[in-house]
């Protein structure tokens, strides 16, 4: 290496040494964790290590090239490449091993003097070493030496010489290698293949070759320029790096004919590429005159499933140093770390950092990796004081299957965990709505049920003038109120509002029992007194205050309720009005708010918010005429809209209304999984088909799959198909023929099943079996079954071994052209297959193609076939 920059070696098993090699041998010790203060004679390599310079060689001038000898024992053996041609073994330091001492200056010497570009140590067996010469005449360039041989006078030729002036020693000097290969060319580069002892790739002058020892008058060869700097990847034997200018290939030794990727091309000449022997796929370049080094990360393996693939890669730079580098050297052991020389001998301790990938898996657990590290953030699960992630929830409710009870409605909200207001309220209202669109189907048959499903801005609207108002006795008081009669619209209103029965009976009764029992005292109570019954309203609150979960101040409201007076003036109301907002409890404060309100006037009641959408639109109901009930259901349905509140879904039904609505609740929340379900509960044709409802739909099938819940995708399809009979999805998959390229199956199933044959398509047979042996367009016969090699298309029944019952199929009971076991089945990589009930049983037992000569894998290259349905995954 006289007159050229610095190269520089890490030692093979000593992750603490490395030498510089120029005009001379320079062996350096490594310190990690070094303080500010440095030692005496110390080099500073990084913030935290620095290198001592041990010992010095100079023995050997004219050095080209360097090659450190890869067995622990001895530690310290270098071979040394000259520009004679001529390879000598030294060593830095002593070595006291007497086993070993005779090797140190063991010279090997070519029959030609030319200069020696390259050497390389032979992985598994150590002794044996490789050199690359440039060419002279018909002579071989590359010489394999064995420096442990034992020769002998009469076979090799020997002679004693001196290795410098000053030395007394003598040593061997041998002539005779123990393989010469590539004659007439010039070798370039060299290294050996880790599979084999016996295989070594050479950079030649025109050509990469391969040459088996076992086989010397032959070679593997390919014709290119990209011959410099051959390099194996230390992770994946059959690929290789070799350069040309400023050029790199990558080539796969299994596909030898051309390199399966050329990285994009530098400006300037490379001078050296080194695959990182701590990191799967990753090689640095070097270009002269440069202080950066280039880093290409091959992310996937380049095996090929078909014809051409490439790997996937990433480039990227670092900067070791701010001065040209001469050469670097990745350290064996320690991942990702390398020493760069500079031309005027500086050296810097550099590690590359990996680059950080952050994934969400799909059940909300937060991962990633650096390194070969790889961290996870999952979601604590005894914190109870966090709210769930919606992702989660809908994770849980679709395993408890949510959505799917299609007969009681209303208990999807307990699948749902019955935890969410807004949830029960929509499912009631989507309860009511079915239920009292079926009663009003049987009545009249025609298109009123739909009007149910409109909602009730809708069923109010039409209802426009048609209502007048009388005056009605209080149950418990001398009094009379105002109260609209009920037409048939304000029924139903009241009827999907939950207050009263389906049929003619108007009254609430039923309505108060069932709260009662589910312990809403303050809720019936009101109730009650809207319907004018303050004697029921105060026993109500008797009766929960006597409860084990009552309130006992539910006694005290009760005597505030027996003390009510119609005058406008006395104490009571006075004091009611100005108390009644210091209430908790919602309900209480609009049954004092309605005692005390003017008539007609009734603001305290409808807009107190804390009350259910449905209680108060059926106050409404009951006291606003047609006008005010348009005008309070009007701005309550924008309201509902903009909060995205699902109690809304009662007034805007399934409308576009309610897609506007549903959209601000997915918006708000992400809940994409009760949007899909309650929109396909009973919305008309033209809301199915918009594009956000669609969006919803295939967003939480997308969720269902990525979470591995086939069966529950599955289950929301046929669902899905039940109440939206337009989402069914045409047939996705043909089979082609392989000559016309039209699709067989379409075709054949265009043929009615009953009472005809299969003549037509040049197939003979009886009508009652489905047989196509041929393709019906161009009539080319179909391709062979690998196992029984009988054409496809024949029923496996008719085929030895099959079961004499299966060998008439009655097409009048089953639909099906075909059975499972006759479908067409085959590999997508070699394009081997047959009946799916001959693959099925081959592939219980094997896992390599049927096909004699075929070493495909067909059962290893479907890894989705290895993935298993997460349904019954503990949440």
Aim: glycine share 6%; charged share 25%; net charge negative.
């Amino acid at each position: 290496m006289s007159g050229t920059k610095p190269d520089i070696l890490w030692a093979p098993h000593q992750v603490d040494r490395f030498v510089v090699c120029d005009s001379e041998l320079s062996l350096y010790h490594v310190e990690s964790n070094v303080n500010s203060e440095l030692k005496a004679g110390s080099l500073r390599l990084s913030e935290d290590s620095a290198a001592t310079l041990l010992s010095i060689n100079s023995d050997t001038p004219y050095m080209k090239c360097v090659a450190w000898y890869l067995n622990y024992d001895p530690e310290c053996l270098l071979a040394v490449g000259q520009a004679n041609g001529r390879v000598v073994l030294t060593s830095l330091g002593q070595d006291h091993n007497s086993k070993f001492k005779d090797l140190i200056g063991k010279e090997f010497v070519p029959k030609h003097a030319r200069q020696c570009n390259t050497l390389a140590w032979n992985p598994l067996d150590s002794n044996w070493l490789a050199a690359g010469l440039d060419k002279h005449r018909a002579d071989f360039s590359v010489l394999i030496w064995d420096i442990c041989s034992k020769y002998s006078p009469d076979i090799v030729p020997m002679e004693k010489v001196r290795l410098s002036a000053g030395e007394t020693e003598t040593t061997l000097l041998v002539t005779k290698p123990l393989y010469e290969l590539g004659q007439n060319d010039a070798c370039l580069s060299l290294c050996w293949l880790p599979r084999d002892q016996k295989l070594l790739l050479a950079g030649m002058h025109r050509n990469l070759a391969i040459f088996d020892l076992r086989n010397t008058s032959q070679k593997m060869f390919v014709n290119t320029k990209a011959v410099q700097g051959v390099t194996v990847d230390p992770y994946f034997h059959d690929r290789v790096a070799s350069f040309y200018e400023g050029q790199v290939a990558i080539w796969d030794l299994r596909k030898f004919e051309k390199p399966v990727l050329t990285l994009t091309e530098q400006p300037k000449p490379l001078t050296k590429v080194a695959w990182c022997p701590t990191r799967t796929g990753l090689l640095a370049t070097l270009t002269r005159d440069s202080n950066i080094i280039r880093l290409y990360d091959m992310q996937h393996t380049p095996t090929p499933i078909g014809d051409e693939t490439e790997p996937t890669i990433i480039e990227r730079s670092v900067q070791p140093c701010d001065n040209y580098i001469a050469s670097f050297a990745w350290h064996p052991t320690s991942q990702n770390r390398m020493i760069v020389v500079t031309p005027n001998r500086t050296m810097s301790d550099f590690t590359v950092f990996e680059r950080i990938s952050l994934a969400w898996s799909p059940i909300t657990s937060l991962m990633w990796a650096c390194g070969r590290h790889l961290y996870e953030c999952a979601e604590e699960e005894d914190d109870s004081s966090l709210e769930k992630d919606i992702a989660t929830k809908m994770r849980l409710r679709a395993l408890s299957r949510y959505g799917l009870d299609t007969e009681q409605v209303w208990r999807n909200h307990i699948l749902a965990g019955n935890e969410d207001a807004q949830l029960k309220s929509l499912w009631y209202t989507l309860h009511f709505m079915k239920q009292y669109t079926e009663d009003m189907d049987q009545k009249s048959p025609g298109n009123k049920g739909a009007m149910v499903y409109a909602g009730i801005k809708s069923i109010v609207k039409s209802s426009l003038g048609m209502v007048e108002s009388s005056r009605h006795n209080w149950s418990g008081l001398d009094k009379q109120t105002d109260i609209q009669n009920l037409s048939e619209e304000r029924i139903l209103v009241l009827q999907l509002c939950g207050w009263i029965k389906k049929g003619t009976d108007v009254d609430v009764g039923p309505f108060l029992n069932s709260l009662v029992q589910e312990g809403e005292w303050e809720r019936a109570a009101a109730v009650a007194l809207f319907n004018l019954d303050i004697r029921r309203a105060i026993q109500i609150l008797n009766e929960g205050a006597s409860s084990e979960k009552g309130d006992l101040n539910l006694n005290v409201v009760a005597m505030a309720l027996s003390g009510y007076t119609d005058e406008k003036n006395s104490l009571w109301r006075e004091m009611c009005s100005t108390l009644r907002l210091q209430l908790n409890n919602p309900y209480l404060c609009v049954m004092f708010a309605f005692l005390t309100s003017e008539t007609g006037s009734y603001d305290g009641v409808l807009y107190e918010n804390k009350v259910a959408v449905r209680d108060r639109v059926a106050f409404a109901c009951k006291f606003l005429n047609d006008t005010q009930l348009n005008r309070y259901i009007e701005k309550l349905t924008n309201e509902m809209k903009e909060a995205g509140n699902l109690e809304g879904i009662l007034l805007t039904g399934l409308t576009k209304d309610g897609v506007d609505l549903m959209e601000s609740y997915v918006d708000r929340t992400g809940d994409v999984q009760t949007a899909s379900y309650c929109m396909l509960q009973g919305s008309p044709l033209d809301v199915l088909k918009d594009e956000r409802v669609q969006y919803w739909i295939e967003n939480y099938r997308n969720l269902l799959d990525a979470w591995r819940f086939w069966h529950k995708r599955a289950e929301f399809d046929i669902h899905r198909s039940k109440l939206d009979p337009s989402s069914k999805p045409l047939a996705q998959v043909f089979v082609s023929c392989n000559f016309c390229g039209k699709s067989i199956s379409y075709s054949c199933s265009t043929v009615p099943h009953q009472g005809r044959g299969f003549s037509q398509y040049g197939v003979s047979g009886s009508p009652t079996k489905s047989k196509v042996t041929s393709c019906p367009g161009c009539r080319k016969p179909l391709p062979r079954c690998a196992l029984c090699l009988i054409n496809m298309g024949t029923p496996v029944s008719s085929c030895p071994g099959g079961s004499k019952s299966d060998e008439k199929v009655d097409l009048s009971k089953d639909k099906k052209l075909a059975q499972f076991n006759n479908w067409f089945t085959w590999c997508h990589n070699c394009r081997h297959g047959g009946h799916a009930g001959h693959m099925l049983s081959w592939f219980r037992d094997h896992a390599e193609c049927p096909v004699s000569a075929c070493t495909c894998k067909c059962m290893q290259l479907d890894t989705t076939g290895n993935l298993v349905p997460a349904e019954t995954a503990q949440p």
